[in-house]
């Protein structure tokens, strides 16, 4: 019996033969770090190492870091495990790494979505013996549109508003999905404008030279009503704050996965909800697991134990792993 | 079926009423009749009778979109809505198709007699030409409830837009017992004197909860205060020697409560008598609990009508002599009350029940905490020159209940809720301390703010001991002010009492678990309120 190549532990994934960790959730000496989302980038780490389009945005969100980037691809040795990132499509440099340690190979997917969204480098399935999987979405009844369908809907929607006499205020979180939807806004339709945050996270991604449409940054002393038929870029905590009344009648939409289900959309009393997520889909995670040939199957954050019954069902080695990842779409 | 969709669609987009009114009124005015009719009845909480079991809709789901029977299980309670989950498991439709939801809904009739066989292909057939919001609602025909945030009154004023007609009118016109089948979009709402039913009660009038102290409503004098009895508002009937029992879910109760038969010997035609009824002991109303088997019934056994023996608590008169009394003042509709049932038997069904003198607000206040030896919930304050008004409106009538009872227990289990509520735990189960044991006493899921169960549910994920089906056990941490109006004795609990309208106060961030209460103080209040 080999020993296993990662581990999980109180404070993450770990790698004995590697001694490091995967996007631990408390201080480590060497974090391997797939995207910059709080839950998976934590401060506190003595070392990071994140890809080069993944590492901006890090640095922006924890300060002053050890860190090191890594292209898509490149392989590393670590002690006696050999690593390396791989697209995992869920938002601009996120990745999942692979780590192979006496001819055993494991992927650790971080969060990921197997559809292209345009601005994400695509997902890449990576052959391995064992996978560490998210199923945020792992339930039959989350099958997403096509991103077409999605956009032309919320095209459609903002030039209804403007026509109207309304903004459009659009709630998204302010690291990757706030991009997505910016690169399928139709800009032609009026002016964008975006909250502090997503505003913040733009600015790097342009430096790193992905594109995306111009956009005004909503300032305090600015003229918020004064940009007729705007359609605003915010977080979604920001839509139900003092900050969105400045835009005058507005109608509200949010965009998540969670949008699917009738009663969530209703809870978050939103005018509009739109089915866009970055996580994978439920036949995208049976995609993704089936393209990586591995046997073993260990299911993370998500419907967990649902999602690892069904898999055993399908043949699958499939266990269920408790972590702390939970964050910008896990709730709700 | 695509017009109901888009309607539908349209009024579950916006969160905003006029948005919603204008939709539904372009749908009155665009229609076919039959579906503008099938829509009223489905928004007022009818359908379709049942033509297969939601057991078997789940099978055949399961079967089709090629998941085990489980697995459709383990996510019904995620999306909280069971035609919903139908929806969304379902592969994409094959076909298109764009009948009306008349010719949808006559599918599903002629299911009913259809033989067991075919009914399976009729289903999956449907499923495979409706689109997703289209399957979710012809699903919802079969399951019923279709709750899209449209009320009663909404839609009457939506038809109001539609037709021209008042709204008071027509909240009257959609009252009774019609049915798609026994009636048409004409005789229902455009004809001007609607063919006379029998049976149909008026809109009930429905009191506003008093926060303020009473003296905020003026001079003492122009108000009527009454017990406010707690039992179950109804309407009696009748007209042309036949009785007939609503109750304010409009629901014709007329067979479940003989007792009423008798009415027509003691008060002529045309009568309408607006009250409570209430379980009774020959000299007060016997506690809620002992009504509760009759509600359930539809037919009584001879045994529990000598148990539970009904009567009306008779409080308003609306029709008289076969006239409309509604907008005759409160003070003269009760003094022709009065008349009326003054030579009424003693063994009647029907009784008037008293008006309470008062001088002062203060002196009011010192009745109302009489309430419970009464077994009311607290007063009625009624203005005395007020009309019957329909629906609930601000200003004339109010209930001003008494504080109710409270006890600080555990919770120990937790449920997910539906609808607005899935996949957020809000149906919890409560316990108090009988020595070292927590006894389960009380379910409750109302009285939190949303952002308070979001937090419960976060820490229910994490702190789940065990799991039975949909529901978990917790750790017997948190501490919840369980709020209800009446204790009673039960057999049926293992803790041995039954509460009232239990729902959760507060939650007790500043107690621990230890510091709930026993059972011991349980059986004290039941001592003393039971």
Known sequence: ?332 | MKRFAALFTAIDQTTKTTAKTKALADYFTQAPDSDKLWCIALFLGRRPKRAVTTTALREWAAERAGIPLWLLEESYPIVGDLAETLALILPPPQQTSDHSLTHWIDVLRALHDAPQDDRKPRILEAWDQLDATERFLFNKLITGGFRIGVSRKLMTRALAQATGQEEATLAHKLMGGWTPESTSFHALIEAENPAADQSRPYPFYLAHQLDDTPDTLGDPADWQAEWKWDGIRGQLILRDNAHHVWSRGEELMTDRFPEFARAIDFLPPGTVLDGEIVAWDGAQPLPFNTLQPRIGRKTVPKKLLREAPVILLAYDLLEHGGHDQRDVPLADRRAALTTLLADLPEDAPIRLPPTLPFDTWNSLTDTRAKAREMRAEGLMLKRCNSPYLSGRKKGDWWKWKLAPLTVDAVMIYAQQGHGRRANLFTDFTFAVWQGNDLVPFAKAYSGLTDAEFEDITRWVRKNTLQRFGPVRQVRPEHVFEIAFEGIQPSTRHKSGIALRFPRMARWRHDKTAQEANTLDDLHALLAAYG
């Open chain 1, 1 to 332: 019996m080999t020993e296993p190549v990662l581990t999980f532990t109180d404070r993450g994934i770990y790698c004995p033969a590697g001694d490091f960790h995967i996007d631990p959730w408390r201080p480590v000496d060497r974090a391997l770090i797939t995207h910059g989302h709080a839950d998976h980038a934590r401060p506190g780490h003595g070392a990071y190492l994140a890809t080069t389009g993944a590492l901006p945005v890090i640095r922006h969100r924890l300060g002053q870091i050890n860190a090191e980037d890594i292209a898509y691809g490149t392989a590393r040795t670590i002690g006696g495990a050999r690593v390396s990132f791989h697209p995992a499509g869920h938002l601009p440099g996120s990745a999942q790494i692979r780590v192979e340690v006496g001819g055993q190979v494991w992927v650790a997917s971080g969060d990921y979505k197997t559809t292209p969204d345009g601005l994400s480098e695509p997902f890449e399935p990576v052959r391995c013996h064992a996978f560490i999987t998210e199923c945020t979405f792992g339930l039959p009844v989350f099958t997403w549109p096509s991103q077409d369908s999605v956009a032309a809907d919320i095209n459609a929607w903002w030039a209804d508003n403007a026509a109207q006499g309304r903004a459009s205020l659009l709630g998204a979180y302010s690291l990757g999905k706030a991009q997505r939807l910016l690169s399928v806004l139709d800009a032609q339709q009026g002016p964008i404008l975006t909250h502090g945050a997503v505003e913040a996270t733009n600015a790097i991604l342009r430096t790193q030279g992905y594109a995306l449409p111009d956009t005004i940054p909503v300032t305090p002393d600015m003229d918020a009503k004064a940009h007729k038929g705007a359609l605003i870029l915010a977080p979604p905590s920001a839509l139900t704050s003092a900050w969105a009344r400045r835009f005058g009648p507005a109608s509200t939409g949010f965009a998540s996965g969670w949008m699917r289900l009738r009663g969530i959309r209703r809870r978050r009393a939103m005018d509009r909800g739109f089915v866009v997520s970055d996580h994978a889909d439920w036949s995208g995670l049976h995609q993704a697991i089936k393209a990586t040939g591995a046997e073993k199957i260990f299911a993370t954050h998500g419907y967990t134990e649902i999602f690892a019954r069904w898999l055993k069902t399908y043949g699958y080695d499939a266990e269920v792993v408790p972590t702390e990842f939970g964050g910008e779409e896990e709730a709700s």
